[in-house]
């Protein structure tokens, strides 16, 4: 079965930018998704198919994806971006999502 | 705006049968596939099933296959999931959550607040 492979915690200095990975297999290839979790909330998707954000998510939130790693990049992280971040794929009629990754800025 | 809004949760025993709702309203929900994510206390994201726009597709995680069964009404805009013999493992909130009909590129677009159900004797 496909994994996602995400480290569990990233820090980032205030106003700086955050990197957060999600390895898998040719994931290049997939369409990914991330997704932000604050404590006690639902998950709210920031960015769609690799590179698209949802109308109401900032600028600030980006995406890449190539070759086995995709990217969820926050530029000038605020206090409010602390949260967990899932990144998710579909393979084969199955819904993936990675272990989630904890920002801490 | 989009509301998906959970009932359902509750404690029971380990075995027991519980019924999910996800009410969903300000979405042409006849024209989403919809699905079921949980969660287990202070883990991640775990997808546990979806049905297709129009119910003739059905998928599910391995972990519930064969105990879970999802289902919707479209006119009641309504999705359920019928959880039988039930284990401490499925111990979790469970989020219902819209999705498009072209799953290789779909994302999860919206989510409900979720219903938490403990599965313990």
């Known amino acids: 079965s496909y994994e996602l492979t995400q480290p569990l915690s990233v820090s980032v200095a205030l106003g700086q930018t955050a990197r957060i990975p999600c390895g898998g297999n040719n994931i290049g290839t997939k369409n990914v998704h991330w997704y932000q979790q604050k404590p006690g909330q639902a998950p709210v998707l920031v960015i769609y198919r690799d590179i698209n954000r949802p109308s109401g998510i900032p600028g600030r939130f980006s995406g890449s994806n190539s070759g086995i790693t995709a990217t969820l990049t926050i530029s000038r992280a605020q206090a409010g971006d602390e949260a967990d971040y899932y990144c998710?794929?579909?393979?084969?009629?199955?819904?993936?999502f990675g272990g989630g990754t904890k920002l801490t800025v | 705006q989009v509301q998906l809004v959970e009932s359902g949760g509750g404690v029971v025993q380990p075995g027991a049968s519980l019924r999910l709702s996800c009410a969903a309203s300000g979405l042409t929900f006849g024209s989403y596939g919809m699905s079921w994510v949980r969660q287990a206390p202070g883990k991640g994201l775990e997808w546990v099933s979806l049905?297709?726009?129009?119910?003739?597709?059905?998928y599910y995680a391995d972990s519930v296959k064969g105990r879970f069964t999802i289902s919707r009404d479209n006119p009641k805009n309504t999705l359920y999931l019928q959880m039988d013999s039930l284990r401490g493992e499925d111990t979790a909130i469970y989020y219902c959550a819209s999705a498009g009909t072209n799953y290789a590129t779909s994302s999860f677009d919206y989510w409900g607040q979720g219903t938490l159900v403990t599965v313990s004797s």
């Open positions: 049905m297709s726009y129009d119910g003739s597709d059905k």
């Open positions: 998710q794929v579909w393979d084969s009629n199955i819904w993936v």
